[in-house]
C-alpha cells in the first residue's frame, strides 16, 4: 500500500512568562457542578480486600493465519523515521465522521495525523515540538472538533522507576517540558500551529480529558511519571495560560484513566497507585486497589466490564518490564470498595513490554476482550523473542489468549477504534524504538490489523 504524505509543518507559537500554573480517546460529560478541588487523601473506610491476587491458567487459542477474529495485517506507514515515538490518539480530528491516528515523538520533534480514505494518508502536522507519550483529543475552542493537548517530550530517563534515587528529577536540570496544543484539522487555516498552555514539567507522561466537574467543559489531567498529578481548567481564550491544580504531590509511576468506575454519573481518577473518586464537585478522595504488592510502577491501565456481569473492572498491565511481564484483572461489587485481584496472565508466560492496553468488542460478539502488545525497543529482541498482539477473553470464569499477529512487528500504545468506517473494529499500533532486526527490516512503522 502506497502512503500519501502531505502537509506542511505549522508554525511554533509559544507562550512566554507563564508562572504559577497521572487513554485519550474520548472525553466524558456529567451534570455536577464545581470546578476540580484537590483530593482528600484518607484512608478507605471501606475495607478493601487484600486477600492476594489469584493466578489462572490461561487457555490458548490458535495464530492470525487461523484466528477466529479473523484479522490482517498491514502498514499505515512503513517509513516512519525519526527517533522514539510517543504519544498516541484516536479522535475524529477533521469532522468527517471517522476517526483519524494521530502520532509524534522526538528525533528532531515530529507530529503526524494518519488519515485512511481507501488508503492511508499521512499530514505533517509539526516539526516544531517533540510530543510526549501523554496525548488527548480535547474542544479546547469550542468549535466543536477536537484539538490535541499533548506534553513536551525531554532527553533520556533517570527517574525511579528506571532505577533512579527517590526524591531525585527525572530530567536534573530540564524541569521544563510544557503543555501544547495544536489544531489537527487539514483544512483550517490554524492546522499545525502550536500552542503553549502550562509547563514546569519533568516528564508529562499521562494526558487525558473528561468533564471531571459537570459544567459541559473537558478538563485536562497531566500525571508526571514519577511525579504530581495535575487538573488543567482550559482557559476563556485557550491560547492564554491554562490555570492548573495539584490533586497529588508524588505517585510512582504512570498509568491513568478516566471513567466514571462505580456509575454514580461523576468521572474517577483511576491510577497504579489507586483510585481517586469524585465527589460530584470536581474533589477527589483517594481509594485503595491492593494491586500486587511487586507490580512494576510503569504500568497501562484500561477499565471495562470484562467478564459480563454489569460492572465494569481495572485491567492493569506492567509495561516497561523487559522480562515476564504480567497483567491482572481486578473485580469489585459495584462500589470500587472491596477488590479481587486476579492475575490472569503471570510471570511464567514471560509476556515483554505490555504497553497497549485496550479493552473493545473485537470479534463482534457482544462481549468485550482484553487487547495487549508487547514492545520492540529491545523488549523483545526480533530474533529469540519476537513481539506478539493478542487478546484474552473471559467466558464463564475461564480466560484464553488467542495470538491475532506474530509478524515480529511490536506496539506501543496501540489503539482501537473503526478507521475505515466499514462498521469493524481495527487496531492501530505504533513502536517506540525498532528491534535489530524487525519486520521491516530495521525500521520504524505504524501497523494496523484490519478486519
Not at 502536522?125 to 510530543?131: M, N, Q, S, Y
Amino acid at each position: 500500500m502506497n502512503l500519501l504524505v502531505v502537509g506542511t509543518p505549522g508554525v511554533h507559537r509559544g507562550w512566554p512568562g507563564l508562572v504559577g500554573v497521572g487513554p485519550g480517546q474520548s472525553g466524558l460529560a456529567r451534570a455536577s457542578q464545581g470546578r476540580p478541588g484537590p483530593i482528600e487523601d484518607v484512608p478507605d473506610q471501606s475495607g478493601s480486600s487484600r486477600t492476594g491476587p489469584r493466578t489462572q491458567a490461561l487457555t490458548f487459542g490458535p495464530a492470525l493465519c487461523d484466528s477466529t477474529m479473523d484479522f490482517s495485517h498491514g502498514f499505515v506507514d512503513a517509513q516512519g523515521g525519526y527517533s522514539e515515538w510517543g504519544a498516541a490518539a484516536v479522535a475524529d480530528f477533521d469532522g468527517d465522521g471517522v476517526p483519524e491516528f494521530a502520532t509524534g515523538g522526538r528525533g528532531g520533534g515530529f507530529l503526524h495525523l494518519y488519515d485512511y480514505d481507501g488508503g492511508w494518508c499521512r499530514y505533517e502536522v509539526t516539526h516544531a515540538v517533540a510530543p510526549n507519550v501523554g496525548a488527548a483529543p480535547v474542544d479546547v475552542d469550542g468549535d466543536g472538533r477536537p484539538e490535541l493537548v499533548f506534553g513536551e517530550w525531554g532527553p533520556e530517563v533517570l527517574g525511579v522507576s528506571r532505577g533512579g534515587s527517590p526524591g531525585s528529577s527525572r530530567y536534573p536540570g530540564a524541569s521544563d517540558k510544557r503543555l501544547f496544543w495544536t489544531t489537527m484539522d487539514p483544512a483550517q487555516a490554524e492546522f499545525g500551529e502550536i500552542n503553549h498552555v502550562g509547563g514546569d514539567f519533568d516528564d508529562p507522561h499521562d494526558v487525558l480529558a473528561a468533564d471531571l466537574d459537570g459544567d459541559g467543559d473537558d478538563e485536562v489531567v497531566v500525571r508526571e511519571k514519577d511525579g504530581p498529578l495535575y487538573v488543567y481548567a482550559v482557559s476563556e481564550d485557550p491560547t492564554d495560560a491554562w490555570s492548573r491544580n495539584r490533586l497529588a504531590d508524588h505517585l510512582p509511576g504512570d498509568g491513568t484513566v478516566l471513567v466514571d468506575l462505580t456509575d454514580s454519573g461523576e468521572v474517577d481518577i483511576v491510577t497504579n497507585r489507586g483510585w481517586f473518586e469524585n465527589d460530584g464537585t470536581g474533589s477527589f478522595v483517594r481509594r485503595d486497589i491492593p494491586y500486587p504488592d511487586d507490580w512494576h510502577d510503569e504500568t497501562r491501565v484500561a477499565v471495562g466490564d470484562v467478564d459480563d456481569d454489569g460492572i465494569d473492572e481495572v485491567v492493569i498491565t506492567e509495561s516497561e518490564v523487559d522480562i515476564a511481564a504480567r497483567l491482572a484483572v481486578c473485580t469489585h461489587a459495584g462500589s470500587g470498595r472491596e477488590w479481587e485481584v486476579e492475575v490472569v496472565v503471570d510471570s511464567d508466560r514471560d509476556r515483554r513490554g505490555l504497553h497497549s492496553l485496550q479493552i473493545a468488542d473485537l470479534d463482534g460478539d457482544g462481549r468485550a476482550e482484553v487487547f495487549s502488545a508487547e514492545m520492540e525497543n529491545g523488549k523483545t529482541d526480533g530474533q529469540h523473542r519476537t513481539p506478539e498482539w493478542f487478546v484474552l477473553s473471559e467466558r464463564n470464569g475461564t480466560w484464553s489468549e488467542e495470538v491475532l499477529f506474530d509478524g515480529n512487528l511490536g506496539a506501543h500504545e496501540a489503539k482501537v477504534a473503526d478507521f475505515d468506517d466499514d462498521g469493524e473494529l481495527e487496531v492501530i499500533g505504533k513502536i517506540w524504538h525498532p528491534n535489530l532486526p524487525n519486520g521491516n527490516g530495521t525500521e520504524h512503522h505504524v501497523s494496523w490489523l484490519d478486519r
